[in-house]
């Protein structure tokens, strides 16, 4: 049975405020995750969500079967999101900077580190860059490291931060964009 768990953690929330280069009204809103089961260790600063996972805060979803939020002695959150059967762990908000852009991405793991502003994602990862339905980028590998504060996104063909001959291939897909001041 699904139940709404309304969580006004400190950790929740400063973990989803800057996850995937966020629009900024969405540090504001609250953070509420869905799940069949929550458990809370206090003295390890550990939450685990279990069960069809679902957290919203302002336009950021993220799905995932398995949700683990840790905090460190300084107060920076840690989160690692993990797939289920046959359904990736996923993450989809509304960036800055135009009407309709949006990032989503998804893979077997998601890890995201609040302190770096790093999102890193494991096992046939997919990340997109959107402008309504369309979308503008595209890239897919093993592993996707995304750094929130330069954009920077780094794709390898093995499901860690490094490339090896023969391991695959990685994909990327970069639309043209259209200069509007012409």
């Given at each position: 049975m699904k139940r709404l768990i309304p969580l006004s953690l400190f950790?929740?929330?400063m973990l989803v405020a800057g996850f995937a280069y966020a629009e900024k009204a969405d540090a504001d809103k609250p953070t509420n995750i869905e799940a069949d089961q929550m458990s809370?260790?206090?003295?390890?600063?550990?939450?685990?969500?279990?069960?069809?996972?679902?957290?919203?805060r302002g336009t950021l979803i993220m799905k995932a079967h398995k949700m683990v939020v840790t905090q460190d002695a300084?107060?920076?959150?840690?989160?690692?999101l993990y797939a289920g059967q046959g359904k990736p762990a996923s993450f989809r908000q509304k960036r800055d900077g135009g009407q309709d852009l949006w990032i989503e991405g998804e893979a077997e793991r998601i890890e995201y580190d609040n302190k770096a502003d790093v999102a890193k994602l494991f096992s046939k990862a997919k990340m997109r860059r959107l402008e309504g339905k369309k979308v503008t980028d595209e890239v897919e590998g093993e592993f996707i490291s995304y750094d929130n504060r330069?954009?920077?996104?780094?794709?390898?063909?093995?499901?860690?931060?490094?490339?090896?001959?023969g391991a695959g291939r990685v994909k990327a897909i970069i639309q043209p964009r259209n200069d509007s001041k012409k």
């Amino acid at each position: 049975m699904k139940r709404l768990i309304p969580l006004s953690l400190f950790a929740l929330n400063m973990l989803v405020a800057g996850f995937a280069y966020a629009e900024k009204a969405d540090a504001d809103k609250p953070t509420n995750i869905e799940a069949d089961q929550m458990s809370y260790d206090d003295v390890r600063q550990v939450n685990v969500f279990t069960g069809n996972v679902v957290l919203t805060r302002g336009t950021l979803i993220m799905k995932a079967h398995k949700m683990v939020v840790t905090q460190d002695a300084a107060g920076y959150q840690y989160a690692t999101l993990y797939a289920g059967q046959g359904k990736p762990a996923s993450f989809r908000q509304k960036r800055d900077g135009g009407q309709d852009l949006w990032i989503e991405g998804e893979a077997e793991r998601i890890e995201y580190d609040n302190k770096a502003d790093v999102a890193k994602l494991f096992s046939k990862a997919k990340m997109r860059r959107l402008e309504g339905k369309k979308v503008t980028d595209e890239v897919e590998g093993e592993f996707i490291s995304y750094d929130n504060r330069t954009e920077f996104y780094a794709v390898n063909n093995t499901p860690s931060d490094t490339s090896k001959p023969g391991a695959g291939r990685v994909k990327a897909i970069i639309q043209p964009r259209n200069d509007s001041k012409k």
